[in-house]
């Protein structure tokens, strides 16, 4: 079975500060990605990698950058958190099929 | 821009009963379509993919058929069961995932 897993399920944190979201996958994909669900909007495409060191933007890069310096592990950064980013986040990885992680809500005040 | 959509965003069904769940998508080059089931509190989990070559495709108690024609995606739930509540997505691979807004269905007993 493929495994993806998100370092955390519930995260608080204050406006402004700065926030790690990671995501690890144990099947050897190359394509990883990050979305967040929003009641109503469903899920949106925040970044995605084909390849280590490799990141492209998707629909709503604005306010979120990553990192892929290793095959298995893909990270989301929130540089200075605001209220407006509190959400679910859900990272995927895919090589014939997109498997998803049990996704991180994120709580900003 | 293109996107994929669902046509409701709510079904309620009768438990035993038949399952009908639609997605429209419009870019004509998609050629890989995915349903997800996501239960409360949990990523989005995999059910049945089907490439643009093929029209139709079952798994278990479960339908997808294509309709490349009009751009028309259906997932068909055969004996609905209490457990398929869910939220119901379509997503179209284009390089990245694209995903709906997605569908509620809830089974009554």
């Known amino acids: 079975d493929v495994k993806v897993t998100q370092s955390s399920r519930y995260l608080v944190k204050r406006t402004g500060e700065k926030v790690f979201l990671e995501c690890v996958q144990d099947?050897?994909?190359?394509?990883m990605f990050w979305y967040r669900q929003d009641p109503g909007l469903g899920l949106r495409l925040i970044y995605f990698?084909?390849?280590?060191?490799?990141?492209e933007k998707g629909d709503i890069p604005e306010g979120y950058s990553v990192s892929r310096e290793k095959k298995e592990r893909f990270s989301l950064i929130l540089e200075s958190a605001s209220t407006n980013q509190t959400s679910m986040y859900l990272c995927?990885?895919?090589?014939?099929?997109?498997?998803f992680g049990p996704g991180t809500r994120l709580l900003v005040l | 821009g293109e996107s994929v959509g669902l046509h409701l965003p709510t079904l309620s069904v009768q438990e035993g009963d038949n399952s009908i769940i639609n997605c429209a998508y419009s870019?004509?080059?998609?050629?890989?379509f995915i349903w997800y089931k996501q239960e409360s509190g949990k990523g989005p989990q995999f059910i049945i993919d089907?490439?643009?070559?093929?029209d139709k495709r079952q798994g278990q108690r479960v339908t997808v058929l294509l309709n490349k024609t009009v751009k028309h995606l259906s997932l068909q739930i055969a004996a609905t069961q209490p457990g398929d509540s869910a939220v119901y997505f379509c997503?179209?691979?284009?390089?990245?995932?694209?995903f709906g807004a997605g569908t509620r269905l809830t089974v009554k007993p």
């Open positions: 997503a179209e691979n284009m390089g990245d995932m694209r």
């Open positions: 870019n004509s080059a998609s050629d890989y």
């Open positions: 089907i490439r643009s070559n093929m």
């Open positions: 995927a990885s895919l090589r014939e099929t997109q498997y």
């Open positions: 099947m050897d994909h190359e394509n």
């Open positions: 990698s084909y390849d280590v060191k490799m990141k």
